[in-house]
């Protein structure tokens, strides 16, 4: 069975982890991903290793079914070489800094000059503007975004989310500003830029605290805790912020994530009341309605609280779905990794690799029916550069000797 982007080839110039988290989805998709590094390599080859002399779990974790080679784009023969790569590929990725292309010597108009049909992709911290010289890490970009105003406690400081909302989250929008640019290539023929701001990614899934921010010229949000509201949506430690009220309550045996996030929707309450052993509070008018429960939802999730906290999660987790009460146990990552229903998902996977034996790696979220993934290794520093150098008519002899000339 052929995969959804095969025959695709993509130049992957990107680093650390937005731009090569944007690749590894399009690699899984079939695309042939050739991961350029310069001679010393992608960064996160080195950080956080665990193992020594071993590419650290951070790249091996971003750059699964790639390839790899080196090039000095300093060099002149280096630019010559990066020209054919350009010449005969599909697609180009970067993530650097503003304008580093350009000064290499490759301005869009270059590109397009090379390859008319080349779609030229980036991830930058901001768009054009005030912001856009300025740098861009996976915090800054959820300060920026309006992730980090919003999450929290009302009486805590600003909190960071533990998902990569600005690095791998801003990688996903750019895979479908990469599919689309393909599609229309299809009907035009030419390629184009596509460009997505991590500050912008992040907005975008900050859209529902925007929603509030306009809700709240006409009163305070109701469906929030918070007692006192401003001018600016407040952080709500953890309420749904959406219409059905939800909040995470303590489980046994009472460890860090002994917790179960909990959803009382309309045709809920009656059940949850009678589970937790207050059947009266199902017709009592002062709490039957949403409405009525609307001012006491810390008090309704105390009741709820009081009796869970006597069970472990993942009993009340069985109990409230066998009433059709949305709810989810607060999981771990050693949970979630050890998990045996997401490894029979091919959510998490185990991989071989040729140094550190195995690791295990968050699989391919999207699935396809026609085209079924296999998770593979990352590439060693270089190992590809016989074969794809070889393509493009550079012998044996002479790449031994731009090795030794730093080129590769």
Not at 46 to 56: A, E, F, T
Not at 162 to 169: F, K, L, P, V, Y
Not at 353 to 362: A, N
């Amino acid at each position: 069975m052929g995969k959804a982007l095969e025959g695709v080839r993509v130049l992957d110039m990107t680093h650390v982890q937005s731009g090569p988290s944007c690749t590894q989805i399009l690699a899984w998709l079939g695309a042939d991903v050739v991961k350029l590094e310069a001679p010393t390599g992608d960064i996160t080859r080195q950080q956080l290793r665990d193992l020594p002399d071993v590419d650290s779990l951070y790249f091996t974790m971003l750059n699964c079914n790639k390839r790899s080679i080196t090039l000095n784009m300093k060099s002149d023969r280096g630019k010559e070489i990066f020209t054919q790569l350009v010449q005969e590929s599909d697609i180009l990725v970067e993530n650097f800094a503003p304008g580093a292309v350009d000064r290499m010597g490759f301005t869009w108009a270059k590109l397009q000059e090379i390859n008319p049909r080349l779609i030229f992709a980036s991830i930058k911290g901001f768009g054009p503007g005030r912001y856009e010289d300025f740098k861009a890490y996976e915090v800054v970009a959820q300060a920026m975004g309006g992730a980090m105003s919003t999450t929290g406690f009302e009486d805590g400081p600003p909190v960071a989310t533990g998902a990569q909302i600005g690095d791998s989250g801003t990688g996903m929008h750019l895979v479908a500003g990469i599919l689309a640019a393909l599609y229309q290539r299809v009907q035009t023929g030419k390629g184009q830029r596509v460009s997505v701001a991590m500050q912008e990614a992040v907005l975008n899934l900050t859209r529902v605290k925007l929603r509030d921010q306009q809700r709240l010229a006409h009163g305070p949000l109701k469906e929030y805790p918070n007692q006192d509201f401003g001018d600016e949506v407040p952080r709500s430690g953890n309420a749904s912020g959406g219409g059905q009220p939800g909040w995470a309550v303590r489980c046994a045996p009472g460890g860090p994530n002994d917790y179960i996030y909990v959803i009382v929707q309309p045709p809920g309450w009656a059940p949850i009341a009678n589970l937790i052993g207050r059947p009266e509070l199902a017709d009592d008018p002062e709490w039957s309605t949403p409405t009525a429960r609307l001012d006491k939802l810390g008090k309704m999730f105390e009741l709820i609280e009081a009796w869970t906290q006597d069970h472990t999660k993942f009993e009340v987790m069985g109990a409230l779905n066998a009433l059709n009460v949305p709810c989810g146990p607060i999981l771990s990552t050693r949970e979630l990794i050890e998990d045996e229903t997401l490894a029979e998902l091919g959510a998490v996977v185990e991989v071989e690799h040729p140094q550190r034996g195995t690791f295990k790696t968050v699989g391919m979220p999207i699935k396809l029916s026609d085209s079924p993934v296999r998770i593979e290794t990352s590439p060693g520093l270089g190992e590809h550069n016989a074969d794809i150098y070889g393509r493009l008519g550079i012998s044996a002899a002479e790449l031994e000797d731009l090795k030794t000339a730093g080129v590769v």
